[in-house]
């Protein structure tokens, strides 16, 4: 369950799956990246907070994650970031969908738009857990953060198809309506991680477009303030 806390004084969400995991999904109270303001104050104070310089990501939309190697802390083309004890990072969003996992002292974000959520950049991740750290699906939580809603978010028949071949059960996720084509990429990848295995999944009910105006939507303000997703291990 999600549930809201305070960095500072201002506001950020987070999920008691990941209790006891510095974690944690920005609102608009702190917002640490923009392209169109330098958020660097902000980002002190998070950083700050954590005691810890953060690793972030240039996102490209692709399916490839690195590891974060200590002292360094940008990582072009990649939309994934994994951390290990010692390490913090943070990745950006403006609807797309945030999604921390953690096993096995093993942590990281992923960034799933719908290109992502096609070439299942989650199942890389959980893949990357069981390969390179012995981590088995079961052992793995996920957090799926806010991110946009299958009402606000309508896609093309082809995109809808793509994502329609991810994965095997089509019960959650796609909807139609007056020949149009809606997708909920939250639950989407929630699916992807239950047919890899995973089942301790929490997510997110908020959308970053419509209700409380507490997140950034790229869609619906074509804004370049993004929300962040947090970790430090
Ligand atoms: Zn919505």
């Not at 005691?51 to 240039?58: E, H, I, L, P, V």
């Not at 403006?94 to 096995?104: A, E, F, N, Q, S």
């Not at 929630?190 to 477009?209: P, R, W």
Request: charged content about 20%; some cysteine.
């Amino acid at each position: 369950m999600f549930y809201f806390s305070t960095i500072e004084g201002r506001k950020v969400l987070k999920s008691d799956l990941l209790v006891g995991i510095e974690h944690f999904f920005t609102t608009r109270d702190i917002c640490i990246f923009s392209k169109e303001m330098d958020m660097s104050d902000n980002k002190a104070i998070v950083e700050n907070y954590l005691g810890q310089k953060m690793a972030t990501n240039q996102p490209v939309h692709s399916a490839h994650v690195e590891i974060v190697e200590d002292g360094k802390l940008f990582y072009p083309k990649t939309d994934g970031l994994f951390i290990h004890q010692g390490q913090a990072a943070f990745l950006n969003f403006g609807d797309c969908v945030p999604i921390i996992v953690y096993g096995g002292g093993i942590g990281g974000i992923i960034h799933a738009g719908w290109r992502g959520t096609v070439q299942k950049i989650i199942k890389v991740a959980v893949e990357k857990f069981v390969n390179d750290y012995r981590v088995q699906p079961q052992e793995i939580k996920a957090v799926i953060g806010p991110a946009i809603c299958s009402k606000c978010y309508e896609v093309g028949k082809d995109v809808y198809e793509q994502l329609l071949d991810t994965v095997f059960n089509h019960s959650c996720g796609f909807y139609q309506e007056n020949g149009k084509y809606f997708v909920g990429l939250k639950d989407i990848n929630k699916q992807q991680l239950l047919e890899c295995g995973v089942e301790q999944i929490d997510v997110c009910s908020y959308c970053t477009a419509c209700g409380e105006k507490l997140f950034y939507s790229y869609r619906f303000e074509k804004t370049g303030y993004r929300h962040s997703a947090v970790l430090k291990l």
